[in-house]
């Protein structure tokens, strides 16, 4: 899998980038929810339409940023899936046709784990590892903001 996953290099840094855009500015949204009520108790309606916006844009950019991160790691899980598709494609046309006379290697039976183990391979390359990724800059960025207030 290493292998696989040195071929990837561009676009899970591309991936990490898109992830660490995405979850700052979605750590960003509830501090300007708290900045646009601060303004409008202090009945500054003006500051809380321009903080508002802003936090608009925010959203905006993080509902691109996580767009782009999901559609990245599926793009790369793909590929991923394809070329050990197709490796073990290239190793099973070599195999002597001994092999698959055996009943446990018939060849739709053979194909059809094949294919049922490169899919979970690929679920996992595409959502559960960017879920994972999120998370876990989530818990750092939630643990650091509340370090930050108690100081």
Known sequence: MKSYLKNEKC?????????LGG????????IFIGWAIDYMNEE?????????????????FTGIMAGLRARLFNVMSDRIARDLRNEIFAKILICDTEFFDKKENMTGALLSRINADVEVIQNV????????????TLIVAIMARMLVINL
């Open 23 to 30: 979850s700052v500015s979605d750590f960003m949204a509830p």
């Open 11 to 19: 676009a899970m840094l591309w991936g990490i980038v898109f992830l």
């Open 44 to 60: 500054k309606f003006y500051e809380a339409r321009i903080i508002t916006i802003y936090m608009f844009l925010v959203v905006v």
């Open 125 to 136: 390359l595409g959502t559960n590892v960017s879920m994972t990724l999120r998370g876990t």
